[in-house]
């Protein structure tokens, strides 16, 4: 795509923006509605499951500060991609680790370590996505039209949080595992747009 117009987003950019952080909120969010009860379920006790979700929350806070330092030299486009990219992949890994519980291919412990893993991967590599989506908008806006885009795009992530749950309840009657195939096929889905869509700011292109 060739250079869009300075000093505002074109239609194109701030709809694959707010998909971007959709799917990425959604992702985040169904895990809170399904894995207290599946853990459970499955043999975790409740500082287990507290352990698989808490670390990783710190450390999607802490990865986005880091990581729009990160954007700076590498920049945004790289890592919306790589945030879409690891989030899909370590929502789906955490569906692939409850689908080997439920056939008995791992222990408890096993399971829990694992879990642990993939959300903590997810934790650190897609808290990338915010803050490149909000520097993206910040390279492409004037002052005068920043604060509207930061808000069209914004508005993504907590409505994904609202429709996380919804998933989960919408899919798990098909399996324990598939809302997290789903929310990582999603999340991957976005990816073509992305390239697509968005182009690198000049000052951020390699030289």
């Known amino acids: 795509m060739g250079q869009p117009s300075a000093g505002h987003l074109t239609g194109a950019e ?7 952080l959709f799917m990425m909120a959604i992702s985040n ?3 809170f509605a399904i894995l ?6 499955y043999g975790l006790s409740e500082l287990q499951i507290s352990l698989i979700v808490s670390p990783a929350a710190l450390v999607f806070v802490i990865g ?9 030299r590498v920049g945004r486009k790289p890592l919306i991609v790589t945030a879409l990219v690891a989030g899909g992949i370590a929502t789906a890994c955490l569906g692939a680790v409850l689908a080997a519980r439920e056939a008995n291919a791992l222990t408890v412990g096993t399971t829990f370590i694992l879990l642990m893993l993939s959300r903590i991967a997810f934790g650190a590599l897609g808290s990338g996505l915010m803050p490149s989506a909000q520097a993206y908008v910040a390279d492409r806006t004037s002052h005068q039209r920043r604060t509207g885009s930061m808000a069209a795009i914004g508005a993504g992530f907590p409505f994904g949080l609202i429709c996380g749950p919804g998933l989960a ?3 798990t009657g098909f399996g ?11 999340s991957l889905l976005v990816l073509p747009f992305v390239l ?9 292109r390699p030289k």
């Open 29 to 31: 969010s169904f895990v």
């Open 14 to 20: 701030t709809g694959v923006l707010f998909a971007s």
């Open 176 to 186: 324990i595992e598939v809302p997290f195939y789903v929310a990582g096929l999603l």
């Open 169 to 171: 309840a919408a899919t």
């Open 36 to 41: 207290p009860p599946v853990g459970r379920g």
């Open 64 to 72: 986005s500060g880091l990581w729009g330092f990160v954007s700076e």
């Open 196 to 204: 697509i869509f968005l182009s690198e700011p000049r000052h951020l």
